[in-house]
């Protein structure tokens, strides 16, 4: 079985123009998650999933892989799902989405997303997830998942949810982490097939597709903290969390 990691970039940032090259710690943002992508112990093989030429110089400067999309795709997934198309893929085996602004995302959380696809021939796709607090909770930034008592999504939503208006007990709390793992033949009917729903457009959430369509998706939870990078802020917030960061100072 085969398990991509395509990581999706564009110069293109409405915030960050450029974002993908920036420099933290003396390397390019994208090389810090091609690197740390590269330490996960399921995957058999990664690549940039790129769209601007100097994207693709940098990548390959550094030894990595890169394959050219239309610049016209907007989705981060749709991107990966386009440049995977290159590769001789079986039904069965696992694309993963992980996004290219996450420097300081940990191996381990990709293989924590991987994990259940392996172990369940019936789940077709996974994102991983943290618990949150309030402030979180109540960003629009942040994608809230409520989940069933098996850890399938039941919802997600950009406003604070679950409601706390007529609260017995707090439960906990859970954000999605951008991690997502398909199975190649759904990752194809998810972008080719599946038409876009209204709570996915309502909500500006990609995985209610599949969660309106009748797909389950497993929520993993993860203690891991990453941060994405989208502002100059960010950058410099990053880059002191990296001089301290155990995985950089594998490969720095």
Excluded at 15 to 23: A, E, I, Q, S
Excluded at 128 to 137: H, N, Q, T, V
Excluded at 146 to 164: E, F, G, H, K, T
Excluded at 199 to 225: D, F, I, N, T, W
């Amino acid at each position: 079985m085969k398990i991509m990691l395509g990581i999706p970039v564009r110069m293109a940032s409405t915030r960050f123009p450029g974002k993908p090259l920036c420099d933290i710690l003396g390397k390019s943002m994208v090389e810090h998650v091609y690197r740390r992508c590269a330490l996960s112990r399921y995957a058999t093989d990664l690549f940039v999933a790129a769209c601007d030429p100097e994207v693709k110089d940098h990548v390959e400067g550094f030894g990595g892989k890169v394959v050219m999309t239309d610049p016209k795709i907007s989705r981060a997934g749709l991107r990966v799902a386009t440049a995977a198309e290159t590769y001789d893929l079986e039904p069965e085996d696992i694309v993963v989405v992980i996004q290219g602004d996450e420097p300081l995302v940990h191996p381990e959380m990709i293989d924590l997303a991987i994990k259940p696809l392996l172990e369940e021939k019936d789940l077709f796709v996974s994102n991983l997830c943290r618990k949150i607090e309030k402030d979180e909770w109540k960003d629009p930034a942040e994608i809230k998942v409520v989940c069933d008592l098996n850890m399938n999504a039941m919802y997600m939503s950009r406003s604070p949810i679950p409601s706390i208006a007529h609260e017995e007990a707090r439960c906990d709390w859970w954000k999605q982490v951008c991690i997502m793992p398909f199975r190649w033949h759904f990752m194809q009917k998810f972008n080719h097939e599946l038409a876009e729903t209204p709570l996915e457009l309502q909500e500006s959430v990609e995985m209610l597709r599949a969660m309106q369509h009748g797909y389950k998706v497993r929520m993993v939870p993860s203690l891991y903290v990453s941060k994405s990078v989208d502002t100059e802020n960010d950058r410099q917030e990053v880059a002191r969390l990296m001089a301290d960061d155990v995985i950089y100072k594998t490969y720095k």
